[in-house]
C-alpha cells in the first residue's frame, strides 16, 4: 500500500470542480513540499503542481494545489472532458533514510 | 528543451538482472539541484518511485527494494543506469526516468521520458 493516501476514485460533471486530497503524515506531507501529476493513460505522468501550490508554465489556473499539515488537496475547477486521467501526489519522507513517496493515485471521472 | 529517453530490455527472465538506461539533454547532472529518477508503473496499479541520484552523486533507493537497486551516473554521456536484479513477474511494469529537482520548493519531477514497458516472463 502507499505511504500517502488518496481517494480511489472521484467524479464530477463537466464544468464543475473537484478536489482530490492526499494524507500523509508528519515525516512527509508535514514537512516537505508536495508535487500533483495528472497521468492519462499510455503517456507519461505530467506535472501538474510542486512546491505545494505553484503551477509549471503552460498549466492552467484552474489546476490548484493546497497544504495543511499533514494533508493536501488538488482542486480542478472548469472539469473538461480532457481532464479525466489518473491523479497523484508526491512528496520527500524523511523518515526512510530520505526517500520520495507517491500516493496510491485517485481515478476523475467527468460525467 | 528538456527530454528524456528510456532503453532496455522488454523482455527479462525471471531471476535475471535488468538494466535500463536513461539518456536525457537540455539540462546536465553537474548543475546544483539535479537529479534523475526512477519511477515504475505495474499495470493497473499506481506510479512507484524506486530511485534518485543527484548532482552531489548521492543516491536513494525506496526501502522495499533497496538490496536489488542500484543506480549511476555518466555524467558525461547525459546518462543514468538503473539495474534491479533478481527479476520477478511482479515487476512486470512500465519504467520511467524522470528530471527530479531538488531545491526551495522540494523534490518535484518536472520532465519525464515516454516510457519503456518491461515484461518479466520465462
Known amino acids: 500500500h502507499s505511504v500517502l493516501t488518496q481517494p480511489p476514485s472521484v467524479s464530477a460533471a463537466p464544468g464543475h470542480g473537484v478536489t482530490i486530497s492526499c494524507s500523509g503524515s508528519?515525516?512527509?506531507?508535514?514537512?516537505?513540499?508536495v508535487s500533483w501529476y495528472q497521468k492519462l493513460p499510455g503517456t507519461a505522468p505530467k506535472l501538474l503542481i510542486y512546491g505545494n501550490n505553484k503551477r509549471p508554465s503552460g498549466i492552467p489556473d484552474r489546476f490548484s494545489g493546497s497544504k495543511s499539515g499533514t494533508s493536501a488537496i488538488l482542486g480542478i475547477t472548469g472539469l473538461q472532458t480532457g481532464d479525466e486521467a489518473d491523479y497523484f501526489c508526491?512528496?520527500?519522507?524523511?523518515?526512510?533514510?530520505?526517500?520520495?513517496?507517491f500516493g496510491g493515485g485517485t481515478a476523475l471521472t467527468v460525467l | 528543451q528538456v527530454t528524456l529517453r528510456e532503453s532496455g530490455p522488454a523482455l527479462v527472465k525471471p531471476t535475471q538482472t535488468l538494466t535500463l538506461t536513461c539518456s536525457f539533454s537540455g539540462f546536465s547532472l553537474r548543475d546544483n539541484g539535479m537529479c534523475v529518477s526512477w519511477v515504475r508503473q505495474p499495470p493497473g496499479k499506481a506510479p512507484e518511485w524506486l530511485a534518485l541520484i543527484d548532482w552531489d552523486d548521492d543516491k536513494y533507493y525506496t526501502a522495499p527494494l533497496k538490496t536489488r537497486l542500484t543506480i549511476s551516473k555518466d555524467t558525461s554521456k547525459n546518462q543514468v543506469v538503473l539495474s534491479m536484479t533478481e527479476m520477478d513477474p511482479v515487476d512486470t511494469g512500465t519504467y520511467y526516468c524522470a528530471r527530479t529537482i531538488s531545491g526551495w520548493d522540494g523534490y518535484y519531477f518536472d520532465s519525464w521520458g515516454q516510457g519503456t514497458l518491461v515484461t518479466v516472463s520465462s
Open positions: 508526491g512528496t520527500w519522507d524523511d523518515s526512510l533514510s530520505g526517500a520520495v513517496v
Open positions: 508528519s515525516s512527509n506531507i508535514g514537512s516537505n513540499y
